[in-house]
Every structure is written in structure tokens, then in C-alpha cells.
């Protein structure tokens, strides 16, 4: 592997990324192994290695041209200050990094950090944060299991990522303040590389973005009288302009369209109200725009 002129894709090895990454890349058509080796997997049908890494080492080996892709956590990506492009927001891994602190303390506001501990897995985007808010903190760098430093009387307080906050609610900790948000991102390096390359990266990000928009849409075919045709087309969302099909009987028309996938149940009550009958709603595989 490496200096052989494929397109190396980084993932995370193990951990809260690995499976969704492995799911987008084998649905844009990658057939490759991820259980054969735990560095890397060859791509069969493409000239791509999946490398797998720890997510902290991913952007810097996109900047560097050593991986020319990498999906990754935004948070890692601000951490870490990379000069990348960000190419596809990936929708998942999404969480917050959030300062926290133990109930019932005596900090209150973001002002009653000043002068005391926070220990965090993200110092730099914690000390940006901070800088900007004019607050100055000792800032305690710790790379795991963060959350049970105010207990230990390590820290006064946190700054970690979180999703349910139910590790910090097992800790007795709450939310101060959030710092951002983040989610997985497609980024690509900016070190030159072969034409053959740039197509191969645009093939896969196009894919990528049709894997996406199927997963957050849904097709919808419904039939009704032809006398209630404007009144369900204008309550059909629609990604382009509804798909109007004539029926064998002519009062009759079938309407198509791709909807988002979001409050489906009450967009299906609300057709049947209106005089849809035969409501049929799909799997989109594939949406290509
Ligand atoms: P590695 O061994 O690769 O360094 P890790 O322990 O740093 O693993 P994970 O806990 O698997 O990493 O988290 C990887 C990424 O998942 C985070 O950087 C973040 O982008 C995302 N993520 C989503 N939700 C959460 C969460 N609740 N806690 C931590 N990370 C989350
Ligand atoms: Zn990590």
C-alpha cells in the first residue's frame, strides 16, 4: 500500500464514526473488506485503500497529503486547525461540544469561569472560546473520561462533546454553555494530485451526496379524482414538480413525488383528508439531482 498512486480514504478505525463511514462507502459501490486488516482495506472495483486511523490523527494526514479523503468530526477538524477542504457535511456523528458543570455549583454564567479549572479533551477550541469571551481559565488537557474530573476535584468544570447529555447527567454535570456543533464532514486534502485522481474524488463525492439526499427523502404515489388535484398538489411537498400519471379510468390520476423524509405520517393524513386513496411510500436507493 501507500506510494501507489490510489486514493487513499481515511476512517476512523474503531469507535462512534467507524460504522456509518464503512455504511456510506460501501453504498456508493466500494466493494472492499474492512475485517480483513485493521491498518487498511484494498478497494476491489476502485484504486482506493480505506486507511483506518484514530479520528484525533485523520485531519493532519489530509492536510498532508498522506490520506487525499478523510470523514472526520468537525470538532477534530477545528481542534486540530487543518488547512482542508470541507467537502460534504456527512450527517451523522452529530454532538455539541459543551462547557458543563457539576449541579449545583457555584458557577452560574460563563463570567464565573474566570480564574478556575476546566479540563477538557479540546483545549484549543476550549482556549479560542475562552479567549474570545475575555475569560481567563487554567485549562487541564485530558484525553479521556473527562467528565468525571470535577468529582475527582481535578477540574471545576468540563468542556466535552455531548449528544443526550446522559453521561453528563450520570456525573451529575449540566450544561453551562454549548461551544459548537459539529458533525461528520467529507474533507479532502489540498495537496496536488493526478487529474485521474480529482475525477475519481469528484465520482465518489457526487455519489456521496446522492447516497444523502435518498436517505433524506422518500417517494410518495397516491391516486385521486381529477377534481382534487389542485388541492393535494399544493399540500405535497416536493423536491422538483410533482409527477402528474393519467389512469386507465379518466376521472382518475396518479400523482408522484419525492418528499422529504420528515412528519410522513401526518403528510399521509392529511392527503387521505384531501381525497388521496392508495398512498404507496417508498425507499429511495439513489437520488441523483
Ligand atoms: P479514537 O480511538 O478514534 O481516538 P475517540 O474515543 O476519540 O476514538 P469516539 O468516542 O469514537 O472517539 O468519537 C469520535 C467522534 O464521534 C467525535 O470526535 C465526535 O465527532 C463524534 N461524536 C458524536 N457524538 C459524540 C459523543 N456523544 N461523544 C463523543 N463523540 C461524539
Ligand atoms: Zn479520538
Known amino acids: 500500500m501507500l506510494l501507489n498512486g490510489k486514493l487513499k480514504i481515511a476512517v476512523q478505525k474503531s469507535g462512534r464514526l467507524f460504522e456509518e463511514s464503512i455504511t456510506i462507502l460501501k ?3 466500494l466493494d472492499f473488506n474492512e475485517k480483513s486488516n485493521k491498518l487498511f ?8 485503500e480505506i486507511i483506518f486511523l484514530r479520528d484525533d490523527d485523520i485531519p493532519e494526514y489530509v492536510q498532508d497529503g498522506i490520506c487525499q479523503l478523510g470523514m472526520v468530526g468537525y470538532n477534530e477538524i477545528l481542534e486540530k486547525k487543518v488547512d482542508i477542504d470541507l467537502l460534504i ?12 458543570k457539576p449541579i449545583g455549583s457555584e458557577i452560574n454564567s460563563i463570567e464565573d469561569l474566570e480564574g478556575k479549572r476546566i479540563a477538557s479533551s479540546y483545549p484549543v477550541v476550549l482556549k479560542d472560546y ?3 469571551k475575555g475569560i481567563k481559565c487554567k485549562i487541564i488537557e485530558i484525553s479521556g473520561s473527562v467528565e468525571i474530573c470535577p468529582s475527582l476535584d481535578v477540574a471545576d468544570a468540563i468542556a466535552d462533546l455531548v449528544s443526550t447529555g446522559s453521561t453528563l447527567k450520570a ?3 449540566e450544561i453551562l454553555t454549548d461551544i459548537v456543533e459539529s458533525e461528520a464532514y467529507l474533507i479532502k486534502s489540498k495537496v496536488d494530485i493526478s487529474p485521474e485522481l480529482v475525477e475519481l474524488i469528484e465520482k465518489l463525492s457526487s455519489r456521496i451526496s446522492a447516497y444523502l439526499n435518498a436517505k433524506a427523502s422518500k417517494y410518495l404515489m397516491l391516486n385521486c ?5 389542485n388541492a393535494i398538489i399544493s399540500n405535497t411537498p416536493s423536491l422538483e414538480t410533482p409527477t402528474i400519471l393519467s389512469l ?7 400523482v408522484h413525488s419525492v418528499i422529504p423524509n420528515n412528519n410522513i405520517w401526518n403528510l399521509v393524513e392529511n392527503l387521505k383528508d384531501l ?10 436507493e439513489n437520488l441523483m439531482p
Do not use: E, M, W
Not at 89 to 100: E, M, T, V, W
Not at 225 to 229: D, I, N, V
Not at 248 to 254: A, T
Not at 275 to 284: E, Q
Open 225 to 229: 379524482k381529477r377534481s382534487h388535484l
Open 130 to 132: 475562552l479567549a474570545k
Open 89 to 100: 457535511p456527512l450527517n451523522f456523528g452529530q454532538c455539541k461540544l459543551s462547557i458543563a
Open 275 to 284: 381525497g388521496a386513496s392508495g398512498i404507496l411510500i417508498t425507499k429511495i
Open 248 to 254: 386507465s379510468d379518466p376521472n382518475y390520476v396518479s
Open 41 to 48: 482495506a484494498l478497494v476491489k472495483n476502485y484504486p482506493i
Open 171 to 173: 456525573n451529575q454535570l
Open 27 to 29: 453504498s456508493i459501490g
